[in-house]
């Protein structure tokens, strides 16, 4: 295990595309968490899942985001309808409960045109 | 909810101490951490500090914490060029740990 992989890294889609992301995170880490940075910014929390369970969402994860970690290990996030202002890097983190240590991904990086 | 700032950029000559700060503005942030992120790669964690604790020490890294002010500081003692990355604080809490980050701090090595 390498750590926490996401995939694709780059994706360059047209306005109103609908985009998947995946994240597979460290094995055995119940936590897996969505967070977004834009160029020159730091990460910003989207939404975060226990197991399966998705138990936040920030208020920027807008009607059009949709995540999910169905069987517990890996996750999805979908943006349907893309807009100019979805472009940015799109990070993925997994962590053991009662383990302060988030592990990050590479990250995907979204270009929408 | 949290403003996390930290100033734009640092440049330090090899050799020197470099000292990386950090302001928050809420108090509820139960762990302070400060992550490090080079073009291309994932972010590394580099240490923490409890909200308790005043200071930490990990090798080159120190820690401070100024609860009363709600500032944080990285010193990286001995800088080497490759320190040269963006550091970015950030606070978490208890319940889910979601972390709040600063803009980051690009820190420049120069030879």
């Known amino acids: 295990d390498t750590g926490v992989s996401q995939n694709p890294r780059h994706k360059i889609t047209k306005r109103g595309q609908n985009v998947t992301f995946r994240c597979d995170p460290i094995s055995e880490h119940n936590r897996l968490y969505w967070y977004r940075q834009t160029l020159g910014q730091g990460p910003e929390f989207l939404t975060y899942?226990?197991?399966?369970?998705?138990?936040?969402k920030s208020r920027l994860l807008s009607d059009r985001f949709s995540a999910e970690r169905p069987k517990g290990s890996f996750s999805t996030l979908e943006i349907q309808r893309t807009e100019q202002g979805d472009s940015a890097m799109y990070l993925c983190a997994s962590s053991l409960v009662g383990n302060l240590e988030q592990f990050f991904g590479p990250g995907t990086r979204l270009t929408v045109l | 909810g949290e403003d996390v700032e930290q100033s734009l950029f640092l440049s330090v000559r090899e050799g020197d101490s470099s000292v990386i700060n950090c302001t928050y503005t809420d108090s509820s942030s139960t762990y302070l951490y400060w992550y490090k992120q080079e073009p291309g790669a994932g972010l590394q964690l580099l240490t923490y500090?409890?909200?308790?604790?005043d200071m930490k020490q990990d090798q080159r890294l120190t820690v401070l914490l100024n609860k009363k002010d709600k500032h944080l500081s990285l010193r990286i003692a001995d800088t080497q060029t490759g320190d040269s990355a963006i550091y970015f604080c950030?606070?978490?809490?208890?319940?889910?740990?979601?972390?709040?980050f600063g803009g980051g701090t690009r820190l420049m090595v120069k030879p």
């Open positions: 950030a606070g978490g809490s208890n319940a889910g740990n979601m972390l709040t």
């Open positions: 899942f226990q197991n399966e369970a998705q138990l936040e």
């Open positions: 500090i409890f909200s308790n604790m």
